[in-house]
């Protein structure tokens, strides 16, 4: 049997057992390319090398060819974002194969994988994979194209190539058709289901997320002081609804380095969010310590121009809140997400987050 028809053969085989990953397959164009050391694709051919493909037994040629497709199907190289490609890559795998492992109920020997990475998204375990010295040299591919962590070294078996970010939506289309082919013969895993479902989730832009935060906490109240305009001409004295209100609002923000660049979209946002509800603005800057401190009322405009260091901790911000005797119907903080939390706060919290990351509560908004 030659490499093709094998390749063939075994992305069959994934349609009737696997459908999900098989009728993804099939939008992919098998192509050889002996010049390239393992498999790899674009988003339109998949390409491999024949030896490659030869030395791997049936289950593990299923395992490398779900799991090439998904690098396209989840978008990752357009999901780089300005991230070091090394460490990235290494997210990725420990994503992927953390979705397959689930699915297919093994792991490759000495893959990428970890399980405290399962149901985690190439974001988040980026986050968690340490540096070595600020440089991800450990992240580095070896001559042999494998990768070394912390002295164990781990297959890579395909190549990350760049796929063009126009298939992004594309690809949506045809997961969500994969996903009903799979789900109708009752073949698509749950934890597949629950991932994908949240990946294609249409995104609301953060500013809205925040303004219906706030607008749900604004205070709504009757008063005879104004009386209501359209019962008047009918005699009748009957109160208005009073302008939203806030009262005292808590903004805390967090100075350091890698938030200095979205300040001044969050002070836009805060601005439009005072014109239309009445509130007074109580800002606190903070990165390991509090640096400044701030009354703002509605016809004040809210400028954001703060520098701090490289580290951050948000605790300091609220125990000086405790300390000021501050009541806010609401705190809403701008941070990355990198920093120790509160167990808690005795106010509606707001995360407005540059970085999706995990809160130990309140609500988030991340600024995309």
Known sequence: MNTETRL??????LVLDYPFFGNLLLNLKLKEMPEIPTMATD???LVYNPEFV???PDKDLKFVLSHEVMHVALCHFTRIDGREMHKWNVATDYAINGILFNSFGYIMDKCLYDPKYENMTAEQIYKLLPNEDGQNTKYKPSATGNVKIDGKTFKRFDEHKPCDIKQEQEWKIKISQAMAQAKEKGKLPGCMEIYMKEFLKP????????????????????????????????????????????????VILDAS??????????????????QTIDCNIHLIVCDTEVRDYKVFTKNDILKLK????????????????????LNPSVVICLTDGETDFPKGCYAPTIWVLTEDNIIPFGNKVVIE
């Not at 706030?214 to 009073?242: C, E, H």
């Open 203 to 250: 995104k609301i832009q953060w500013q809205t997320l925040l303004k219906n935060y706030v607008t749900s906490l604004a205070k709504n109240d009757y008063s005879y002081l104004k009386p209501n305009k359209r019962y008047m001409q009918q005699g009748l004295i009957m109160p208005s609804l009073n302008n939203e209100s806030l009262g005292d609002v808590v």
């Open 257 to 274: 380095g890698s938030v200095v660049e979205f300040q001044q979209r969050f002070a836009s946002e805060l601005n439009a969010i005072m």
């Open 43 to 45: 988003g339109k051919d």
């Open 306 to 325: 703060y520098s701090g260091g490289g580290g951050t901790d948000l605790r300091e911000a609220f125990k000086f809140m405790n300390k000021k005797s």
């Open 54 to 56: 030869g030395i791997l």
């Open 8 to 13: 063939i053969k075994s992305r069959i085989s």
